[in-house]
């Protein structure tokens, strides 16, 4: 539809630039040619997208609910599903034309952990959103652990160095230590991993033979799907977990756990979920990826505007998409976070969509992915450091997202300078909990700077 109406106005302005004086005609030429210019001829008008019921999902919600997508001319379907291995495959056998996913399902398809195959990510959704609740009793014994400050209150960031005990006394008491986490390769696993081990605490390795990722765990993480990890912590099978919002503030409401931690204190301002396509879908549909990233784009913009978030929250709050509280939603949502129940902080940017060039991706941000499927053995054998750079550069696509974004520069719907001049690459940085430097162009040395863990 939008690339009729271009077309008919493009025609139109040739029209009267031909029937005009010079300095209209001129005018009229120049408005024609960006037209032209910015003109996407749509391959696969009609979509459809998957996605997991968390806030995080919000740029596919909004880019709907908005009209950026149908201002591109097309039409999307937004689907809930099940859990991120159906996501998967669905993406995979092409039942879905794309999806919200994990940042490292694409990586892990690509460097040959679980199912393999040929995926893309032209689009990073979100910085932050996720957070480690742990149950009322096992707050209250971590708490003595933990310094106050002069309000009394816990100094955060808080370490796992405070639930070392805790362990020891399940420990000694005959009871394993379980913990939940969304999926082998999301990044909760590596976070609740990374805060673990920082404290001394093993969190467990994978091997070929053995995919559950306990040898040697001093804690046993294991998968439950997002919107029932509440319910699995009231029921007492897991202890804690890490998973994104709401489910951990739905802990807070309902009285059953704790947030400890968020993963802006693991790692500031980290990549969190990617929107993901086939290789193939993207080869025969350039155009409409090209188009899909525009209105995606637009979307984290939209989101990253303040007055906009209360209108979000409404919107993630309807039943097809998180279908949460209000509330809920709009503790992290709108710039603040409730750790212990009464004890809400300023947190502006827990979620963040657009801020720090967060919709690019970065090949630095898929990079940390495969060093901590190195670190924990979900990739068995070493690698050169030249495969890093190799494998991250067939997933993940900024040539997709710089495209679209100068078209979105030329159209007027964002500056200039919000296209980051980089090579794909943030610099090094040390914004972890442990401080440890990390620089995605030495990623053996990264991999080989930590105590737990393989090193090559």
Not at 67 to 76: A, I, K, M, R, S
Request: with cysteine.
């Amino acid at each position: 539809m939008k690339t009729i109406f271009k077309k008919t106005a493009f025609l139109l302005l040739l029209v009267l630039a031909a029937s005009c004086g010079d300095k209209t005609k001129k005018a009229a030429t120049e408005a024609a040619t960006e037209a032209a210019a910015t003109t996407l001829e749509i391959e696969k008008p009609q979509l459809t997208f998957g996605f997991i019921k968390l806030t995080d999902m919000a740029p596919l919600a909004i880019a709907k609910e908005k009209g950026f997508f149908e201002e591109e001319g097309l039409f999307v379907s937004v689907e809930a599903q099940s859990n991120w291995k159906n996501i998967l495959d669905r993406v995979i056998d092409g039942q879905l034309d794309g999806s919200h996913m994990l940042a490292g399902q694409p990586i892990a398809a690509g460097a040959g952990f679980g199912r393999q195959a040929e995926l893309v990510t032209p689009f990073s959704m979100d910085l932050n959103g996720n957070g480690i609740t742990v149950s009322n009793d096992v707050w209250s014994k971590m708490k003595p652990n933990v310094p106050k400050g002069a309000d009394g209150k816990p100094v955060h960031p808080i370490k796992a160095d405070a639930l070392k005990p805790v362990i020891t006394e399940y420990k000694n008491s005959g009871k394993a230590f379980k913990m939940g986490m969304v999926f082998p390769v999301s990044t909760h696993n590596y976070e609740i991993r990374y805060w673990l081990a920082a404290a001394g605490i093993h969190p467990g390795m994978y091997t070929k033979d053995n995919v559950q990722g306990q040898i040697d765990a001093e804690v046993l993480l294991s998968v439950t799907p997002p919107p029932q990890m509440p319910a699995t912590l009231e029921a007492g099978t897991i202890y804690g977990y890490c998973v994104g919002e709401p489910w951990n503030q739905q802990a807070v409401f309902k009285g059953i756990g704790v947030p400890v931690t968020t993963n802006y204190d693991i790692w500031k301002n980290n990549p969190e979920k990617v929107f993901v396509m086939t290789k193939k879908f993207v080869e025969e549909n350039p155009n409409t990826a090209v188009a899909v990233t525009k209105a995606l784009i637009r979307a984290g913009k939209w989101l990253d505007e303040p007055t906009n978030r209360a209108e979000a929250v409404k919107i993630l709050s309807m039943s097809q998409y998180v279908g949460a509280d209000e509330a809920v939603l709009a503790n992290s949502m709108t710039g603040t976070f409730e750790f212990e129940k009464g004890d809400k902080r300023e947190m502006p940017d827990f979620n963040v969509f657009y801020k720090y060039n967060a919709t690019y991706p970065f090949y630095s941000d898929g990079t940390w992915f495969l060093t901590q499927m190195r670190r924990w053995g979900q990739i068995p054998d070493a690698k050169p450091v030249e495969w890093y750079s190799n494998t991250i550069k067939d997933i993940y696509r900024p040539d997709i997202w710089e495209k679209a974004a100068k078209i979105l520069v030329a159209e007027g719907h964002i500056p200039a300078t919000d296209i980051p001049d980089t090579d794909g690459y943030k610099p090094a940085t040390t914004d972890f909990i442990d401080g440890t430097k990390y620089d995605a162009k030495d990623p053996i040395g990264y991999i080989n700077s930590f105590s737990i863990g393989n090193k090559d």
